[in-house]
């Protein structure tokens, strides 16, 4: 299980740039910060403080079990406790069951982007890569076309080649969930810096 | 499920590992991608998505 931490960038403990708040329920010691990129769950997300409530509700990249992307489950916003029961009793009875007070007791959130794993199961033709490389809803001016989408990657599509892609996700109701559809755009990806 | 099209790469599809994406104050988006899975190495790249 991944772990998000609370950076506290207004204060620093002894030899950091930063302090871990102390309400994050990772132990404070050595190697217990985690990269997003090490989390199994959930991948990267936005941080922008002014809508962090709802990057943490929505936006998270979340990355389910192997065994669940297998039998064609779908990604679920929610950790991995509120994912079996959804999977296993349905969706009434695991928001009875999810702990009060662990996200402040709201109701389990439908996936925004459900999608197959790859992985072993690659031949799947519904597979789409692997790991979810969680991304922004688009707000800037240059890209229009692009405005209060969903941008987001894949990691790579077999982790032999490196091959990520970058997606696009329509803010759509349906009746199963709140987003649907995928769409292709064109845009230009400039190369304005080398890392 | 389409990837976007982005510049010479069709599908979204940018030869690299998409290691995380950046925003502005401006809202306007950065790929930063690695020719390696892990954080090493030294040709990790910063992309601007701008338009065509």
Known sequence: MGKVLRLDVNNRDAGKQYAVRRTTRLPRRRLAEISPMA?????????????ARIVLAAWAGFLGGSRYHHQGRQLWLEHSRG????QSQG??????????GRRGGEPLIDPISPTRNGGRWRKDPEVKGISITGGYVYRGKALPQLAGKYIFGRLVEELRHPDG?????????????PWTGWTSARSRAARSSNS | MDGL????????????????????????????????????????????LVAE
């Open chain 1, 91 to 100: 969706r009434a009875q695991a928001a009875r069951a999810m702990p009060q």
């Open chain 1, 165 to 177: 892609v970058i997606y696009a996700r329509p803010r759509a109701r349906m009746a199963s969930g």
């Open chain 1, 39 to 51: 989390c199994a769950i959930p991948g990267d997300f936005p941080s922008t403080a002014r809508r």
């Open chain 2, 5 to 48: 099209d982005v510049g010479p790469f069709a599908g979204g599809a940018i030869k690299q590992f998409i290691i995380a994406f950046g925003e502005d104050a401006d809202g306007e988006l950065y790929v930063l991608t690695n020719t390696s899975s892990a954080l090493r190495g030294n040709k990790g790249r910063v992309w601007k």
């Open chain 1, 83 to 86: 994912l079996r029961l959804l």
